[in-house]
């Protein structure tokens, strides 16, 4: 049996301190940018990819309080973060975030096809939730969509 090689590495901010709010930053996408670079000096059968997803790889020290609404979106070169500020009550403030990365150039155009978060994003922006979920649901479904990105763009462009 041939012996499989993996590069993976973890690019994503230990955490959303600083991002403005209210709007799209790009965050690179440097561990995509790092395994083109070693495919193209690869003679032979290509490493795997892997990564941490929309995560950093340093598991995060506890945190007080709740997240103020924020979606990691992957983009093949880049992460779109949305950070928004807390002015609604409860999280309703992610389904202003949502509407607005519905809207954006970065929503694919599978939609809410593209995934199971996708899904989720695009019923927080039409409102058809009673509730605009939690952090914990919200990371859920930044990984189901930067899975399928992830994948998609492995099978049809041969790189994550």
């Not at 992610?94 to 599978?110: C, E, G, M, N, Q």
């Amino acid at each position: 049996m041939a012996a499989r090689v993996c590069v993976a590495a973890g690019a994503f901010p230990v955490n959303l301190t600083g991002f403005p709010r209210g709007q799209a930053t790009p965050v690179a996408r440097r561990e995509a940018q790092l395994w083109r670079r070693v495919v193209s000096g690869c003679h032979g059968k290509a490493p795997d990819f892997g990564d941490f997803g929309v995560t950093h790889p340093r598991i995060p020290t506890k945190s007080r309080g709740t997240p103020h609404p924020n979606m990691r979106y992957t983009t093949p070169e880049e992460w779109q973060v949305f950070v928004y500020p807390r002015v609604r009550p409860g999280n309703d403030d992610f389904f202003t975030l949502s509407a607005d990365l519905v809207a954006s150039p970065y929503w694919p155009v599978t939609g809410a096809r593209t995934s199971w978060g996708d899904a989720r994003l695009k019923e927080c922006a039409m409102r058809q939730r009673g509730k605009a979920g939690t952090g914990a649901e919200w990371r859920a479904w930044a990984t189901s969509h930067h899975l399928a990105v992830v994948t998609a763009n492995l099978n049809t462009l041969a790189h994550p």
